[in-house]
Structures are given as structure tokens and as C-alpha cells.
T-cell receptor, first 116, second 114 residues
Framework: AQKVTQAQTEISVVEKEDVTLDCVYE???????LFWYKQPPSGELVFLIR??????QNEISGRYSWNFQKSTSSFNFTITASQVVDSAVYFC?????????????FGQGTELSVKP | KAGVTQTPRYLIKTRGQQVTLSCSPI?????VSWYQQTPGQGLQFLFE???????NKGNFPGRFSGRQFSNSRSEMNVSTLELGDSALYLC?????????????FGPGTRLTVL
């Protein structure tokens, strides 16, 4: 089965706290790509990061960081020193390259609320 | 470079009617995909078009159809609307089809069926 699970439906933090959003995936493919998108209240999905299955190096972009671990099929996303503007729904997604073409398989999303 | 644009942004229809949604991809992008987002089912893939050909299709009834024009612009059509078709319809564009290219999304069309 090709599947993405985001077990955390909602998370609420106070500004400046660090927060980690969990993502666990399932795929039979050995080559696949993982993505994170942010959906603010306006509705548009904003691309954050893409990672392929052969690159397990963690990535940091400003206050954002991603931890990819093939051994546990996880691709977690951490926001350091959260801000109110980080409030949004965050989606983890998977493209298993050979079985699904260009079809993004999304998790159910995690709604992050950052309170001042 | 302009992003993905979708028109209209909001639409209200009644059951039984049909609707056409439009999507203009990022300049140079040749692949357009459509997704439906509902509170119950989340984000689900509808179809993907590349070079005016449907390359991939999700598990939706035949009432959902689409097409792509030679300038890569795409439309999707829903006939005989049902209440359950109320959703946010998102269009995404990427350079190529059927692969791992990043898909960039438009603002969506929010369809309400009464």
C-alpha cells in the first residue's frame, strides 16, 4: 500500500516554542519522493521541501528543519522558535515514482496553531 | 514568474447543474494535476494532464472530466453536481508529468453545491 500518515491532527503551541510535525509513509517502491506543503487559511498549498529516497541528509532552512529516516519510514518536520505566521495546516506527501506516476499521495494534515 | 492561477475562486451551484473550473499553469510548465480537498476525505488526486493527454486518473466517477489545451491551460468539468461535490478544487503545475517534479499549487476554487 502507498500511504502517508500524519498522526497529529492538531497541535497548539505558544510562540517561540519548538514544534515537530510527524510523518510516516508506506511504499513498495525503492525510489520515491517526499514533500511537505503548508496550507494557510487562504487555501493555497505552499511547497516547502522535496526529498528523494536516496538522500537521507537532514535539511535546515532558517527556522525549518526536516529529519528523514528510511529505517523508520519517517520524514518529520520541525519548526524552531515558532511564530504566529506559522499557523496553518501542514501536509506531508509521497510520490512513489514507478507505481503512481505524478500523483501526490497526501497525509491527512496537521493543523498547527501558534498562539502569541 | 507568475504562479498558478485558478478561476473562479468561488462558485455556488445547485444539484444537477454542471460546472467548469479553469487553471493556468506556471509559464513553461506542461503538466497540470487536479486535486479535490474535503474535510472528510482530505486531498485526493483527480487527474493529470500533459501535452493535452490525460496521463493519470484518480478514483472518481465519470462525472469528473478534464482537458488540457495546447498552451497547457487546463479545465475540469463536473456534470450533474451532487452535494458531496462541495469541496476546494486545487490545480497544480509541474514541468514534466508522471515523475517527481515539484507540483506548485494554485489558490483553489471553492465549490459549494446547494
Amino acid at each position: 500500500a502507498q500511504k502517508v500518515t500524519q498522526a497529529q491532527t492538531e497541535i497548539s503551541v505558544v510562540e517561540k516554542e519548538d514544534v515537530t510535525l510527524d510523518c510516516v509513509y508506506e511504499t513498495r517502491d525503492t525510489t520515491y519522493y517526499l514533500f511537505w506543503y503548508k496550507q494557510p487559511p487562504s487555501g493555497e498549498l505552499v511547497f516547502l521541501i522535496r526529498r528523494n529516497s536516496f538522500d537521507e541528509q537532514n535539511e535546515i532552512s532558517g527556522r525549518y528543519s526536516w529529519n528523514f529516516q528510511k529505517s523508520t519510514s519517517s520524514f518529520n518536520f520541525t519548526i524552531t522558535a515558532s511564530q504566529v505566521v506559522d499557523s496553518a495546516v501542514y501536509f506531508c506527501a509521497l510520490i512513489p515514482l514507478y507505481n503512481q506516476g505524478g500523483k501526490l499521495i497526501f497525509g491527512q494534515g496537521t493543523e498547527l496553531s501558534v498562539k502569541p | 514568474k507568475a504562479g498558478v492561477t485558478q478561476t473562479p475562486r468561488y462558485l455556488i451551484k445547485t444539484r444537477g447543474q454542471q460546472v467548469t473550473l479553469s487553471c493556468s499553469p506556471i509559464s513553461g510548465h506542461r503538466s497540470v494535476s487536479w486535486y479535490q480537498q474535503t474535510p472528510g476525505q482530505g486531498l485526493q488526486f483527480l487527474f493529470e494532464y500533459f501535452s493535452e493527454t490525460q496521463r493519470n486518473k484518480g478514483n472518481f466517477p465519470g462525472r469528473f472530466s478534464g482537458r488540457q489545451f495546447s498552451n497547457s491551460r487546463s479545465e475540469m468539468n463536473v456534470s450533474t453536481l451532487e452535494l458531496g461535490d462541495s469541496a476546494l478544487y486545487l490545480c497544480a503545475s509541474s514541468l514534466l508529468a508522471g515523475g517527481p517534479d515539484t507540483q506548485y499549487f494554485g489558490p483553489g476554487t471553492r465549490l459549494t453545491v446547494l
